[in-house]
């Protein structure tokens, strides 16, 4: 019983966690164990059978690869789509339907293509499919919310396996934007012939598996595709079901209806450490968490005292050591380590409650002011933990808790001011390029933007469109310097990406997470 009791000890054996959740004076209960955990001993045996069973929080949007933009779906749909180019474990940029690009004028990459690849219905993947799936995406019919393909104005076919992007300014990081949502490739005559309802019914790719199934909250199922241009995969047959709920998740898990548990939040691994037939893997990640702050309403935000203030407020560092468990690296800036464009001499802000109580106090608010912190629900102890710090500096933000989908449609809205005042939001930085992080949210004409400064627009420009990377750096830089004077974020930190598993699995992510799972094997 010794295993289980040190897995129902985490809070005790954690005062500063239990610190930071009280302030304000709430207390967020831990994770509920599930009933199934209560035993001890070893977990039951898992499902017999060459089949990886995956799960995430939620499930993919649509099976239609240009008419999502979410990682859920993402990490599904990698599975049974291939992209262009691919980010390996290296976190290098690789050939994957493409064998080569470059740039050949400033406005035109050419891109070679693997040669014999074909989609699972036999249909060939070659230049033609290419530019339909570059212009099925862009087409306003399509409605994608995809939107790292902006600079792109068309696509020409040089011969069967060479294609030229014509792009209207020069974009430094086209390949990379196509290693995962901008490059997927969808076979032409086959969307002909079923139509776009058809299609994400039924799904062709020429990815590593084949679809079979999706019973819509229950489950995907895909199997191996033998003639995949890579090789067949190690597993028969790849499952991905939805768990929101990580109690129920980690349920399936001892049970074998699971063998992979991911998108688990630091607190909810920690309800598990040392329960039997567990395994907790954690990898360096580069998903960066902030606060908006909405700067273009009146009000306490729209002065810049206030905003430093809040910075000053939140203590990143106790946030992750007391909620996180220490599974996250403070983010000075907005843009993460490991990312282009990170500069190592931006240094965080002070954690000092006197510079902020006087900031505010100097901007007019003595007394502190109330406001609200609108975040998903999936993050509501971190959310509730960040309320409870700025409450020390006399600023009382009521959070909001929104269920997903609700929280993803309002963020990814026209309308600005649709998560009030303050919200906590992520990036998962996929490019592994600052450009990422920045893209929708900095810039005065884009579509999350809530603060408007010439010096950043001229800056966001410079670094899109600048074909030298020195120059780019030198404007990542300049952008980071900025964002901390102004101050329109509260940069948080970049999270771990963290796994549970049954014995079975083997398999390793990239940085980003991606839940690509052709790699994978377990054993029987």
């Known amino acids: 019983m010794e295993r289980l009791r040190r897995g129902r000890r985490v809070d005790r054996d954690h005062p500063a966690r239990r610190d930071v959740l009280r302030l304000g004076g709430l207390l967020i209960p831990a994770v509920a164990a599930p009933a199934l955990l209560t035993g001890c001993g070893t977990s039951p045996a898992s499902s017999a059978g060459n089949v990886l069973r995956v799960s995430q929080p939620g499930d993919p949007k649509t099976l239609d690869p240009h008419k999502q933009g979410d990682m859920t779906s993402m990490n599904a749909l990698v599975n049974m789509f291939d992209t262009l180019t691919a980010r390996g474990m290296d976190n290098l940029l690789h050939p994957r339907l493409a064998l080569t690009w470059t740039a050949l004028t400033a406005t035109t990459w050419r891109f ?164 039997g037939g567990v395994r907790l893997d954690g990898h360096t990640g580069i998903r960066t968490s902030y606060l908006s702050l909405n700067t273009l309403e009146n009000g306490p935000l729209k002065d810049r005292r206030v905003r430093q203030a809040l910075n000053h407020a939140v203590d990143v560092p106790l946030l992750i050591k007391a909620v996180l468990g220490g599974k996250a690296a403070e983010v000075p ?147 980071q310097r900025l964002i901390q004077r102004e101050a329109p974020f509260v940069p948080l930190y970049q999270i771990d990406n963290i796994y549970a598993r049954n014995d079975r699995p083997r398999w390793t992510p990239g940085s980003a997470g991606v839940l690509a799972m052709q790699s994978a094997e377990i054993s029987r």
């Open 333 to 479: 800036a907005m843009i993460p380590r490991g990312a282009f464009g990170f500069d190592p001499s931006v240094k965080p802000f002070t954690r000092s409650l006197d510079t902020a109580r006087a900031l505010l106090a100097e901007a007019g608010y003595p007394h502190g002011f109330s406001t609200s912190l609108t975040a998903s629900n999936v993050d509501s102890n971190v959310a509730e933990a960040i309320s409870g710090l700025l409450s020390r500096a006399g600023v009382h933000a009521r959070v909001q808790l929104l269920d997903p989908g609700t929280y993803a449609d309002r963020l990814t809205s026209d309308d600005h001011g649709a998560l009030g005042p303050m919200y906590l939001a992520a990036s998962t930085v996929w490019t592994l390029d600052g450009e990422s992080m920045l893209q929708s949210n900095v810039r005065s004409d884009r579509r999350q933007s809530r603060w408007h400064d010439e010096d950043a627009d001229r800056l966001i420009d410079v670094e899109e469109l600048s074909g030298d990377p020195a120059e780019r750096k030198r404007a990542f830089a300049d952008l």
């Open 112 to 275: 070679t293509l693997r040669p014999g690849v074909t989609f699972h219905n036999g249909e060939p993947c070659d230049a033609d499919a290419v530019r339909f799936s570059v212009e099925r995406l862009l087409s306003p019919a399509t409605k994608s919310p995809i939107v790292e393909l902006r600079y792109v104005k068309d696509v020409s076919v040089v011969d069967r396996l060479t294609v030229d992007v014509h792009t209207t300014v020069h974009d430094p990081i086209l390949p990379d934007k196509l290693s995962l949502f901008g490059g997927v490739v969808v076979p032409p005559r086959y969307l002909a012939a079923v139509g776009d309802t058809g299609f994400a019914e039924h799904p062709v790719g020429t990815g590593p598996f084949t679809f079979v199934r999706w019973q819509r909250d229950h489950e995907l199922r895909m199997r191996a595709f033998p003639g995949h241009w890579q090789g067949r995969p190690h597993v028969d047959e790849l499952v991905f079901s939805p768990q929101p709920n990580p109690s129920s998740s980690l349920a399936a898990l001892q049970s074998g209806q699971v063998d992979l548990v991911a998108g688990l939040t630091p607190d909810a691994a920690q309800q598990l450490d040392g329960y």
